[in-house]
């Protein structure tokens, strides 16, 4: 059995799954009853300066049927008195010690206002703090969450101003809301942070009702803009994260990384672990089902690691990062094609029109002698039996240029895949190539002698 | 999701024909959920079987689409578009023979359930009374249509969308054919089919119900007063069986007919034997059964030579219908003129007759009886003798046309049932030979320029 604990910036956990400052965090009882459910951890719904809340307060993605892809949520911080919320965080953590019971907080951006709640939160026992600097909407407008978030220097002043008074671990939350993901990291860093986390919510207007015409969610007549998370929010978070740690600032300051957004299952946060989370969070996955899901996420990742032989969770994380590169780097002479199982194949021809309209039109579709058809049918036969003489698609791989479109549309498992051939091209990167031959990247004359030098025929 | 799509899409049953819980449709009316969920499984697939597989090549995918987009009127008339009685050839279409046996997914896990999605969008739009078509201009020309079945009521619309004038000429006192008289409720009500003539007439057809084509001077009277002629005549009565008691017998077609226009007038029966294993038998049996009955069919072959489509003799078993195979009657018998049984021949398998399949001979001394109250015959159909009086090439008894659906007379068309020889009747060959006919009707009518009658 794999060993699932974790130690991240020094707050130790049974296992890396963590509930997100969320409502699913939202006070004691929940925190308890998760805790019975197994979450290694929980950060605390932020508190910090007073609020008011609306309703409705959230918008759902739902794509051919599927509810909650992603959602919106037009929410703020906890709205529950202070004093209520650090009784019962005082509580959860004397009755769990062996979870990490983290408080987020936001508060004005004064030293003061962060002086007064990190004492309180000392106070409660709990194992870390970590920063707001993500909320997108409410707190923002009032100089906080993504108003911190987005200004470095706000990031790395309210970073100090907590760090240089506490003795706990403090982790910085980035929003995703930037450009430049890694200079509110660095500014953070800076700041003396001793983790970070992300992502936030990202800026979002869910929808528009047709009948109504009224923007979802509607609130009193009006709408506005939400922080979106959920699955749909998962590549992006990724993709955050690998700015993050392959960063040279970042690695250099070894601040490890917990990485949250679109975790459903134990596959998506594994993920997250082999591009180098050293833990990760759960919010709307948590919201859709319950706390009951992480009984397999756990459960799946610990048999995962068993099947790859991972004794620990330090010892998958980070595994995949290295391959992440910039485009410049990567090697032009790699060369994949398409290729269809025809047992598996269902002839749906999705893949044949998916490369005939938008791709490189280079799948035909042939009949059972072997000759080359269009689609289409004679009107006078029908009957079942017409499904039994379908052409069956087949890439013409010369012509392939492995852009892996048809992998994609194919309905089938394992049905295409996309496979690497021997190419006539030499090995090379963009930047070796225009190194060496800068005129390549400037002039078509260049390019076309070059491609003809290699054998590369574009149509 | 919009509004339009919450709503679901039962037809409300018309008043005037009696509803009861025994015959209720087989499958319910898909929820709009459950509609949403199933359109959003079909793959949209590209030159899709399912198409082909459709006698009338609806284009199943893109209607299915528009089911998943909330787009049901769209759907609708992707459908009737194809096919003008495509709220009937959902419910009654042998879809496991056709398009869902086609789909690409039973490779996988189950097919679409295209027939009920149909249903769906065809009935959101008949619900609520929405023409989706409109006359086109008129061209000044005359069609004459015989017959409200399928075939007539398809070339009609037809037609009338091309802008002709047609006049449908129909004997009975309801129009729809079969599909108002024959098809059991379990698959269709009265009611859907009515609606199909009234869709029809809402295009501007002439619908004359009580008018019979008798003879070759009323083909003459129509060819002179008309452009063309369409003969959509179906088949007759259930042919005489010629067996001693044979007065006995009960027409499984008008068994069937009476259970949907006037229930009560059908026999009491605790045991019923049904003569014939074809869809039309198990259809009998299966009004018999949910009547009450104890049900047997005789039928002469074995289950291997049956016509009826495998789904339906599945159906007929888990009704509780019984069979008898290698099982020829030869006499009812009677008392007092109550039926209390049929004698029976053991039949054995003999070399295969011309179609191929093995010709059945009786075995000696093996009579028997199996006792019983009533005994309903349903061995096919009689095939119009009318085609021969109004001078018609026909084969087999039914008439010969090609591919246009032109018969050996000049102007005159055919379609549907009776020009059946090959292939399966069904209701869906019946709509695309009225397809077939307009679009040779139409030709005809636009390279003469001449009205031929002057
Ligand atoms: C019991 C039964 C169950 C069936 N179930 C199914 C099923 O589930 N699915 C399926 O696809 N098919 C089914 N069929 C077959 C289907 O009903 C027919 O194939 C279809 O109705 C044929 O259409 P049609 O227009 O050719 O003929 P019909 O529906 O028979 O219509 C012919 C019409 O012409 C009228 N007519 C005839 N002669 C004249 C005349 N001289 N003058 C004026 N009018 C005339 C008749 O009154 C009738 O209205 C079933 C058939 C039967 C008998
Ligand atoms: C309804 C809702 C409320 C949230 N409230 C907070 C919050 O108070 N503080 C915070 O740091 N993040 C908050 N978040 C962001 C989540 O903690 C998390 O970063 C984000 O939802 C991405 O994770 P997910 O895709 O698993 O939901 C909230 C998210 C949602 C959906
Ligand atoms: S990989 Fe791209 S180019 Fe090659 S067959 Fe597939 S869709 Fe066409
Ligand atoms: S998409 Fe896949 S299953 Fe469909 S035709 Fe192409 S290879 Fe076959
Ligand atoms: S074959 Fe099946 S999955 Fe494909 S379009 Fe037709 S109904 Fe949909």
Redo the contacts between chains.
């Keep these: 059995m794999a060993d699932l604990s974790v130690n991240f910036a020094g707050i130790r956990a049974p296992n890396p799954f963590w509930l997100a400052s969320a409502p699913p965090t939202n006070s004691g009882a929940q925190i308890h009853r998760a805790f019975e459910h197994g979450w290694g951890g929980a950060v605390w719904k932020t508190i910090g300066a007073p609020v008011l809340n609306i309703s409705n307060r959230y918008g759902g993605l739902t794509i ?2 599927q509810r909650l892809l992603a959602i919106n949520n037009v929410e703020l911080i906890s709205d529950r008195p202070l004093d209520v919320n650090l009784r019962e965080i005082a509580e959860i953590k004397r009755l769990w010690p062996d979870r990490a019971v983290i408080v987020s907080a936001m508060v004005d951006a004064s030293p003061e206002a962060w002086h007064e709640i990190v004492m309180m939160i000392e106070d409660t026992g709990a194992d870390g703090i970590e920063l707001n600097y993500g909320c997108p909407q409410g707190m923002s407008e009032r100089g906080m969450g993504a108003a911190v978030g987005q200004v470095p220097e706000m990031c790395e002043l309210n970073t100090h101003w907590v760090t240089s008074i506490t003795k706990l671990p403090v982790i910085v939350k980035l929003t995703p809301n930037v450009t430049h993901i890694t200079e509110p990291a660095h500014a953070a860093i800076a700041g003396g942070a001793h983790a970070l986390s992300l992502i936030n919510t990202i800026n979002s207007v869910m929808s528009v009702d ?2 109504t015409l009224q923007i979802t969610p509607n609130i009193g007549g009006r709408g506005t803009h939400g922080g979106y998370a959920g699955p749909a929010v998962k590549p992006i978070a990724l993709n955050m994260l690998t700015e993050l740690l392959t960063d040279e600032g970042v690695l250099r300051s070894g601040v490890p990384i917990c990485g949250m957004g679109g975790i459903v299952t134990w596959k998506d946060a594994a993920e997250f672990l082999l591009l180098g989370a050293g833990a990760v969070q759960v919010c709307t996955a948590a919201m859709h089902y319950g706390y009951r899901i992480v009984e397999d996420m756990i459960d799946g990742l610990s048999n995962w690691m068993d099947d790859k032989g991972f004794a620990t969770i330090a010892d998958v994380s980070g595994r995949a990062l290295p391959q992440m590169s910039s485009f410049g780097q990567l090697d032009l002479g790699y060369q994949a094609v398409a290729r269809i199982d025809p047992d598996k194949c ?5 893949c ?2 998916a490369c005939n309209d938008t791709a490189h039109q280079c799948i035909d579709l042939v009949a059972g002698n072997g000759v080359r058809v269009d ?5 006078r ?7 039994d003489t ?1 052409p069956m698609p087949v890439v013409r791989e010369p012509d392939c240029v492995g852009c892996a479109l048809c992998a994609n549309v194919c ?2 498992d394992g049905c295409i895949t996309m496979v690497g051939v021997p190419s006539t091209q030499e090995n090379i990167s963009w930047d070796a190539l225009t190194a060496q031959r800068p005129e390549i990247a400037t002039s078509w004359d260049a390019m076309m002698a070059y491609r003809k030098e290699q054998g590369i025929e574009i149509h | 999701m ?2 339009h799509a919450l709503v679901d899409d039962a037809l409300t049953p018309h008043d005037s024909f009696p509803f009861d819980p025994r015959f209720a449709p087989t499958h319910p009316p898909l929820s709009a959920h459950e509609a ?2 199933e359109a ?1 499984r079909c ?7 399912c ?5 009338t ?1 609806i284009d199943i995918p893109t209607f299915i689409r528009k089911i ?1 987009t909330d787009n049901l009127r769209g759907s609708a008339r992707v459908i009737l578009e194809s096919n003008f009685l495509g709220g009937t050839c959902a419910r009654v279409c042998p879809v ?3 398009c ?9 896990e189950k097919p679409i359930a295209i027939g009920r999605l149909q249903r769906h969008a065809v009935d959101h739009v008949q619900g609520r009374g929405l023409q989706m078509f409109t006359a086109g201009p008129a061209t000044g020309r005359k069609v004459a249509v015989v017959g409200s079945g399928p075939a007539g009521l398809s070339v009609s619309a037809e037609l009338a969308k091309l802008g002709h004038a047609v006049t449908l000429l129909e004997k009975r006192e309801l129009g729809g054919g079969l599909s108002t008289y024959g098809i059991i409720v379990l698959r269709e009500p009265v009611d859907v089919s009515l609606q199909e003539v009234e869709a029809v007439r809402a295009l501007g057809v002439t619908v004359e119900t009580g008018r019979e084509l008798t003879d070759q001077a009323g083909l003459d009277a129509l060819l002179s007063e008309y452009d063309a002629v369409f003969l959509g005549l179906g088949l007759g009565a259930v042919p005489a069986m010629g067996i001693p008691g044979e007065q006995h017998l009960i027409d499984g077609l008008q068994y069937i007919e009476d259970s949907k226009i006037s229930p009560d007038s059908l026999p009491d029966a605790e045991t019923v034997v049904v003569i014939g294993a074809g869809n039309t038998a198990i259809d009998a049996a299966t009004i018999a059964r949910r009547r009450g009955a104890d049900v047997t069919m005789l039928y002469r072959r074995t289950d291997s030579e049956m016509t009826a489509y495998r789904h339906e003799y599945e159906f007929a078993l888990s009704e509780g219908i019984q069979y008898r195979f290698l099982t020829q009657p030869v006499r009812v018998i009677s008392d007092g003129g109550k039926v209390t049984g049929v004698e029976c021949v053991k039949m054995v398998l003999g070399v295969p007759d011309t179609g191929g399949r093995p010709s059945p001979r009786p075995l000696p001394g093996s009579e028997f009886i199996v006792p019983c109250d009533a005994v309903i015959k349903a061995i096919g159909q009689e095939k119009p003798v009318l085609a021969t009086e109004l001078g018609l090439d026909v084969a087999g008894g039914y008439i010969v046309v090609n591919h246009d659906m032109q018969t050996s007379l000049p102007r005159v068309y055919a379609g549907g049932d009776c020009v059946r020889l090959r292939g399966t009747a069904s209701t869906v060959m019946a709509v695309q030979d009225g397809k077939y006919a307009a679009v040779a009707i139409h030709q005809q009518l636009s390279q003469t320029q001449e009205a031929p009658h002057g």
Excluded: K
Aim: glycine share 8%; aromatic share 8%.
């Design positions: 051919g049927g047709l009948d269902i002839q749906c021809d999705l044949y029109v689609p289409g049918y004679d009107v036969v029908n009957g079942r039996a017409v499904a379908r309905p089938v | 919009t509004d949403a969920v959003n793959l949209y697939c590209y030159d899709a079987p198409i082909q597989a459709c006698p090549h998943a496991e023979e056709l869902e046996g086609a789909c690409v997914l039973n490779a996988e």
